[in-house]
């Protein structure tokens, strides 16, 4: 790969050759998009510090499409986040989301789209925060990057070790139940990451409106290893 060429367009140019990310078809006609914006009438309604109450409403949004799995999120500005102090910055609260959501069932299996090296885990065990967290390690012509898994089950850290290897299409994790999974209803935050910098077991995946550019950069559209028809196309 050249100076020029991006994470992107490196995983643009091998984007049909990833193995699927969870024990369910994106594609399928079951599967829709939701949108957590402020256009969100519902959840406007919705008291999102009782998770039950949030639970609820994810449930009816995909009832109102006849869905079963909902998908989206990648640099959507959402309010969502006002419901956990972790979020809150110095000077800007931070909306954007920089990850894909995918809400469905807990314990859906979820597995590494290419070979992997384990990077780092750890419960990210705050109020709305990640919960259970892994973060894989890849490699394509010679370019390192990452994959991050969010809101997993507490069973899916259990005997995990810094530099395990994973093979393409082995699954790693669960989808995890609220509360241990952050206290979110159940979803994986599925998010690509060209750098992690010093971190480990966690980063950012809400950032700022002032940040984009740089996330943007920092993390790619996770479409392009998903691969789901339902989402907006990358570009």
């Given at each position: 790969?050249?100076?020029?060429?991006?994470?992107?367009?490196?995983?643009?140019?091998?984007?049909?050759?990833?193995?699927?990310?969870?024990?369910?078809?994106?594609?399928?006609?079951?599967?829709?998009?939701?949108?957590?914006?402020?256009?969100?009438?519902?959840?406007?309604?919705?008291?999102?510090?009782?998770?039950?109450?949030?639970?609820?409403?994810?449930?009816?949004?995909?009832?109102?499409?006849?869905?079963?799995?909902?998908?989206?999120?990648?640099?959507?500005?959402?309010?969502i986040y006002r419901r956990s102090r972790h979020f809150d910055a110095e000077t800007q609260s931070r909306n954007l989301h920089l990850g894909v959501d995918v809400w469905l069932a807990a314990g859906t299996a979820v597995y590494t789209p290419l070979d992997a090296t384990l990077h780092s885990f750890q419960?990210?065990?705050?109020?709305?925060?990640?919960g259970p967290t892994i973060i894989l390690q890849h490699e394509l012509e010679g370019v390192r990057f990452y994959t991050l898994y969010?809101?997993?089950?507490?069973?899916?850290?259990?005997?995990?070790?810094?530099?395990?290897?994973f093979s393409k299409g082995e699954k790693i994790a669960e989808v995890g139940p609220y509360p241990e999974n952050g206290h979110w209803p159940p979803h994986l935050h599925f998010q690509v990451i060209a750098d992690m910098g010093n971190r480990y077991g966690d980063y950012p995946g809400v950032a700022t409106t002032a940040e984009r550019a740089k996330y943007a950069q920092l993390c790619p559209d996770p479409n392009l290893v998903l691969n789901c028809r339902h989402l907006p196309p990358c570009y």
């Open positions: 790969m050249n100076e020029e060429t991006t994470l992107s367009d490196l995983l643009k140019l091998h984007r049909h050759t990833f193995a699927p990310v969870l024990d369910t078809d994106l594609n399928a006609d079951s599967v829709c998009l939701l949108d957590f914006s402020e256009k969100n009438e519902l959840l406007q309604e919705t008291d999102l510090q009782d998770t039950v109450a949030f639970n609820a409403a994810v449930a009816q949004l995909l009832q109102q499409q006849q869905a079963t799995t909902g998908v989206g999120g990648y640099l959507e500005d959402r309010f419960d990210n065990d705050n109020f709305g925060d990640y969010g809101h997993l089950s507490r069973a899916s850290l259990h005997g995990l070790r810094a530099g395990q290897r």
